[in-house]
């Protein structure tokens, strides 16, 4: 198999993509750049498009409009048997009806190899996905896990460019979707394939992912790193999609914004919106029980309303002065040394640089 220092792999040209089912706007000018070698994810809600992007990028769906490029040639009329790219699918489509090595080898008996090389690339795919030995096992003897192993064997035997993956994982236990998360991560990094990712997990994409991006409505909403994309989302959905968030409204005061009356300390590379009004976006886990006031911090003050123990930290519930309920996460031991109960006063403080005010449009009160 090819080694990650030699392969050509392709970037991907998704260049004004419009998909539409009747009256339904399902893809609505679509535009994304997937880098050579790169592994994206496409994630969002069920409904936001990133199937059907996905699968007009395996050649299974016709744009109504746009073009999508792979390398420099044009793939929005080639048929998808054409397109040279490795598919795989939520549901394995394994043929039952062969062994393991003949599904495997499928593609090359397609492309017309010999049998000793099919043989050989086979035994090379089974020993990347880790199941060495089981090429003359029935499908029906393996189990979910290894199904999906030689699913993503049979994808990357012929060494393709480009690779898509259409949740892969979903129908797996946590336990081991998890382990499969870290195998599939390891085998990108060693074949260097482009890899376009699809799910609805965002603890998935985030442990996948080189960038990520967040689709709502048949749009793309970003397109970053995940440490960015979590730490720095560009819109409210993005911050509520991702990870827990609460919400403060704020109005502008004096040019600029205040918390509780006083004004917001802000990290340096903060965009700060133009209009009178924004979001301030609070992480249960990057907020804290004040002990001393802080210059670098901003402050809120409210009354601790419920306590939830969750195992390995416990969730705690503050009505702020001014009505609105905020939560944070503090370890068991903490919440006891700190003797936190329900109707005790607590003071909170975010630091700088986990404060992040996005736009708030003229109206929106959710």
């Not at 096992?137 to 199904?147: A, K």
Request: hydrophobic content about 40%; some cysteine; charged content about 25%.
């Amino acid at each position: 198999m090819v080694d990650v220092a030699t392969r050509r792999a392709l970037p991907i040209t998704v260049a004004g993509v419009s998909k539409a089912y009747g009256a339904q706007q399902v893809l609505d000018q679509v535009d994304l750049e997937v880098r050579s070698g790169e592994f994206l994810t496409l994630l969002g809600p069920s409904g936001s498009g990133k199937t059907t992007l996905l699968m007009a990028l395996a050649g299974f769906v016709q744009p109504d409009a746009g073009d999508l490029r792979f390398g420099e040639r044009s793939m929005v009329l080639e048929p998808a048997h054409k397109r040279g790219i490795g598919m795989v699918f939520q549901s394995y489509a394994l043929f039952p009806h062969m062994t393991v090595g003949e599904n495997i080898g499928y593609p090359l008996r397609l492309r017309k190899h010999s049998k000793p090389e099919i043989r050989a690339r086979v035994a090379e795919a089974l020993e990347l996905v880790r199941l060495p030995g089981v090429a003359e096992r029935r499908v029906s003897q393996l189990s979910g896990g290894q199904r999906q192993r030689v699913a993503l064997a049979r994808a990357i035997v012929f060494e393709p460019a480009i690779l898509l993956m259409d949740e892969p994982l979903s129908a797996l236990d946590k336990q081991l979707r998890e382990q499969m998360q870290r195998e599939i991560r390891q085998l990108h990094d060693r074949l260097g394939v482009t890899t376009v990712y699809v799910t609805h997990d965002q603890r998935e994409a985030l442990t996948l992912s080189d960038r990520v991006a967040v689709m709502n409505q048949g749009r793309i909403e970003q397109v970053a790193g995940a440490f960015q994309i979590y730490q720095r989302p560009a819109t409210r959905f993005v911050a509520d999609f991702i990870g827990e968030s609460h919400f403060l409204p704020l109005q502008r005061r004096d040019g600029g914004f205040c918390l509780a009356g006083r004004p917001l300390v802000l990290p340096p590379d903060q965009d700060v919106p133009s209009g009178e009004s924004a979001w301030l976006m609070l992480r249960p886990e990057n907020l804290m029980v004040d002990a001393a006031p802080d210059l670098g911090r901003n402050r809120l003050e409210g009354v601790v309303t419920d306590s939830v123990f969750q195992g390995e930290s416990s969730r705690l519930y503050v009505r702020l002065d001014d009505g609105l309920e905020v939560s944070l996460r503090l370890g068991p031991a903490q919440i006891r040394e700190l003797g936190l109960g329900q109707g005790q006063r607590v003071t909170l403080s975010l630091h700088a640089e986990d404060t992040v005010l996005l736009p708030r449009e003229d109206g929106d009160g959710r």
